[in-house]
């Protein structure tokens, strides 16, 4: 079974600090996608970031970055230069390509303290 | 493009009620998914269609709920009857072929009294 795994339920950070959030999942594919999906109070899923598998070069967005891991089978974001605004819930996703069903993780609750 | 748009925002209805929940996903957009939110079970994918067609519903927990997409801009999700453990999040979201990148609506909030 294709299964996401964010091992930390809740995260806090300093404003203006760096802060990781962790990813993992399972697949014997080789070629799908990953994502990061921010969940603000507003309850309306952002798409942060995505990554190819293909790609060996880690995504970047601005102030958020992966860690991509392929063999490892690991996929975290990086947050820098932490915002209020960026206070939410994190969800990690995986689809392999040609499938249509992105499976999701249960997702990281990230406070940043003022 | 407006995005995902979904109707109603919030629903309160007795249990017993029918609740229709309404989609309308972005223009040109291939597939549409419904899915359901709760802090116990996380997401859950309950329905999608490519093409209006629903392709998988596995994932609709039982006969009382229905989802139709009548055509390319309106899908509707239906609760008959209601049922206090529906109450949840609702969120329709849609993407194209070419990536799996998924849009999401602002999504419903139901409770079921």
Same mark, same amino acid.
Request: net charge neutral; with cysteine; glycine share 6%.
């Given at each position: 079974?294709?299964? #996401?795994?964010?091992?930390?339920?809740? !995260?806090?950070?300093?404003?203006?600090?760096?802060?990781?959030?962790?990813?993992?999942?399972?697949?014997?594919?080789?070629?799908?996608?990953? /994502?990061?999906?921010?969940?603000?109070?507003?309850?309306?899923?952002?798409?942060? @970031? %995505?990554?190819?598998?293909? +790609?060996?070069? &880690?995504?970047?967005? &601005?102030? /958020?970055?992966?860690?991509?891991?392929?063999?490892? =089978?690991?996929?975290?974001? =990086? @947050?820098?230069?932490?915002?209020?605004?960026?206070?939410? !819930?994190? /969800?990690?996703?995986?689809?392999? =390509?040609?499938?249509? +069903?992105?499976?999701?993780?249960?997702?990281?609750?990230?406070?940043?303290?003022? | 493009?407006?995005? #995902? @748009?979904?109707?109603?925002?919030?629903?309160?209805?007795?249990?017993?009620?029918?609740?229709?929940?309404?989609?309308?996903?972005?223009?040109?957009?291939?597939?549409? $998914?419904?899915?359901?939110?709760?802090?116990? %079970?996380?997401?859950?994918?309950?329905?999608? /269609?490519?093409?209006?067609?629903?392709?998988?519903?596995?994932?609709?927990?039982?006969?009382?709920?229905?989802?139709?997409?009548? &055509?390319?801009? $309106?899908?509707?999700? =239906? @609760?008959?009857?209601?049922?206090?453990?529906?109450?949840?999040?609702? $969120?329709?979201?849609? %993407?194209?072929?070419?990536?799996?990148?998924?849009? $999401?609506?602002?999504?419903?909030?139901?409770?079921?009294?």
């Amino acid at each position: 079974a294709q299964t #996401v795994t964010q091992s930390q339920p809740e !995260m806090s950070v300093q404003e203006a600090e760096t802060v990781t959030l962790s990813c993992t999942y399972d697949t014997s594919e080789s070629d799908y996608y990953l /994502f990061w999906y921010k969940q603000p109070p507003s309850r309306q899923m952002i798409l942060v @970031i %995505r990554q190819e598998a293909y +790609k060996q070069q &880690n995504a970047t967005e &601005n102030r /958020f970055s992966v860690n991509f891991q392929k063999a490892a =089978k690991s996929f975290s974001l =990086k @947050i820098s230069d932490s915002q209020l605004g960026d206070a939410a !819930m994190y /969800f990690c996703a995986y689809n392999i =390509k040609g499938a249509q +069903k992105l499976v999701f993780g249960q997702g990281t609750r990230l406070t940043i303290n003022p | 493009d407006a995005g #995902v @748009i979904q109707s109603p925002r919030h629903e309160v209805t007795e249990m017993g009620q029918e609740v229709t929940l309404r989609c309308k996903p972005i223009s040109g957009h291939d597939y549409l $998914f419904w899915y359901r939110q709760t802090m116990m %079970r996380g997401l859950e994918l309950l329905i999608y /269609f490519n093409n209006n067609v629903p392709i998988d519903d596995s994932g609709m927990p039982e006969d009382r709920f229905s989802a139709k997409m009548p &055509n390319a801009s $309106f899908s509707t999700l =239906k @609760i008959q009857p209601s049922e206090p453990r529906d109450s949840a999040v609702y $969120f329709c979201a849609s %993407r194209t072929r070419y990536t799996g990148e998924l849009f $999401f609506g602002e999504g419903s909030r139901l409770t079921v009294l």
